[in-house]
């Protein structure tokens, strides 16, 4: 799951940063301002690539992906693309759970000493 999740939340953090610059030519926002929101959202973008994993970390996600979904009051465009990535989290938290099953199950049966499966 690590690895699905953390690849979204890469993608996020470039696309936060280019909403950015867009974001940047509106006349009613200051750069101070634009870069702040932005900057804490790619931080927190990287930052949850360490905690997606942990407790509370895939709630984290949920509520980033919320957030980029609202960015899209002031980048419009951020509207789609959030809705984008809020299904590339679904996907990467739902199928990569499957695949850390299935790799426990096979860790399991090749173990040293498991008795043979049929």
Request: proline residues 4%.
């Amino acid at each position: 799951m690590r690895t699905l999740c953390s690849s979204t939340l890469i993608g996020e953090f470039f696309v936060i940063g280019f909403a950015g610059l867009v974001a940047m030519k509106q006349p009613d926002l200051s750069m101070g301002t634009v870069w702040t929101v932005s900057g804490i959202a790619m931080f927190l973008c990287v930052a949850l690539c360490g905690m997606v994993t942990r407790p509370g970390g895939v709630a984290l996600g949920w509520a980033l992906q919320l957030a980029l979904i609202a960015s899209g009051f002031v980048v419009p465009m951020m509207f789609i693309l959030g809705v984008v990535f809020a299904a590339l989290w679904w996907a990467s938290v739902h199928y990569g759970r499957k695949i850390d099953e299935a790799k426990a199950r096979f860790a399991a049966r090749t173990e040293p000493g498991a008795a043979p499966q049929a």
